[in-house]
């Protein structure tokens, strides 16, 4: 469609306008607008976060929409109790990793706390960055306090695509007095439906409700022309998104993960896989059972072992000329 008719469109419909959204092929990269034809299609939205190039590999290949290099990574990868350490430097260097392993999900960079509050100018050179440097595709902020909101407007305005995000927002622990879910009372409630409109304002594509009660998410995802994307919001939401690291089961709580959302469905337990994989290294290395044969697989011809061995002998290591000869044997004989 041409650029002036999809603008004059552009609050119809697209299924009114091309006779329905057009079937997706899974392996094409997603984009903002093949987002909003699954939205409109009724289709719930996945996203899952990523840190670096092995989870983005696998976010990438399971065929989840959006990619959320999440600042989440200063808990689950970094090991700090809350969000608010990691730097925008730290944040980048993920990103990067996560860009070079996906190449079709939608890639989402989140702003890390103290990156974009001061000023409209910090906030879009700061998302600048993480576009240039990060090679994300889109921002995301969180945003409740009209700064946050500011921020949002302004770095839309320099053409740069953002999620918003409301509810718990783990960069305002200090206000909010902990990680605890929102929208419990009405005036809560209300907030998070007006901070949601506010973000659909100043024009974000889509934005992320965290823990808030089914009704309040239900009521704000109806409100709303973009899609929400709910985690701890129940069902009643366009997409859903986990944690990486929470949705594999890969901290085994208590022992290593500092907080287990009570919203969260692990979908493996892939920590006790790896577990129970170390100890097993441990153990046949213990037992000098590991490395085999089959995984010993540099050679030296039979020839140039009693080479070797003459060397060692000259040089006065005949301790080490045996231990050769001891080894090529071991190996199954020389080659
Ligand atoms: O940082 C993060 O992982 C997030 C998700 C929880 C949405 O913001």
Do not use: W
Request: hydrophobic share 40%.
């Amino acid at each position: 469609m041409h650029c002036l008719a999809r603008r004059l469109f552009s609050n119809v419909p697209e299924s009114t306008v091309y006779g329905g959204p057009k079937p997706q092929n899974p392996n094409q990269r997603v984009t903002l607008n093949s987002l909003r034809q699954k939205h409109l299609a009724g289709e719930p939205i996945t996203m899952v976060t990523a840190y670096d190039y092995p989870s983005a590999v696998q976010v990438d290949t399971a065929g989840i929409d959006i990619c959320l290099v999440g600042d989440s990574a200063a808990m689950v990868v970094h090991g700090y109790d809350t969000t608010l350490p990691i730097t925008l430097d730290e944040m980048l260097s993920h990103c990067r990793a996560v860009a070079r392993g996906a190449t079709r999900s939608l890639l989402v960079g989140d702003l890390p706390f103290g990156s974009y509050e001061s000023s409209s100018a910090q906030a879009v050179d700061t998302a600048v960055r993480v576009l240039k440097e990060g090679n994300m595709d889109a921002i995301k902020l969180e945003g409740a306090a009209p700064s946050r909101i500011g921020a949002a407007r302004a770095i839309v305005e320099a053409g740069i695509a953002v999620i918003g995000h409301v509810g718990l927002t783990p960069q305002a622990i200090s206000v909010l007095g902990g990680f605890r879910p929102q929208g419990k009372t009405i005036n809560s409630a209300v907030k998070v439906v007006e901070t949601a409109l506010a973000l659909q304002e100043v024009g974000c594509f889509s934005v992320v409700l965290e823990c808030v009660p089914a009704p309040v998410a239900a009521a704000a995802t109806a409100a709303l022309q973009i899609p929400t994307i709910g985690i701890g919001a129940g069902p009643y939401c366009s997409g859903q998104v986990l944690v990486y690291h929470d949705l594999l089961g890969m901290l085994q709580h208590p022992h290593h993960a500092k907080v287990t959302p009570k919203f969260c469905k692990q979908y493996g337990h892939v920590g006790e896989a790896i577990n129970k994989a170390l100890s097993e290294y441990k153990q046949e290395v213990q037992d000098k059972v590991f490395p085999g044969v089959s995984h010993t697989p540099y050679k030296i011809s039979e020839g140039d072992v009693d080479g070797f061995m003459n060397e060692l002998q000259k040089m006065g290591l005949s301790e080490a000329a045996s231990a050769a000869a001891t080894a090529s044997k071991g190996m199954g004989g020389r080659e």
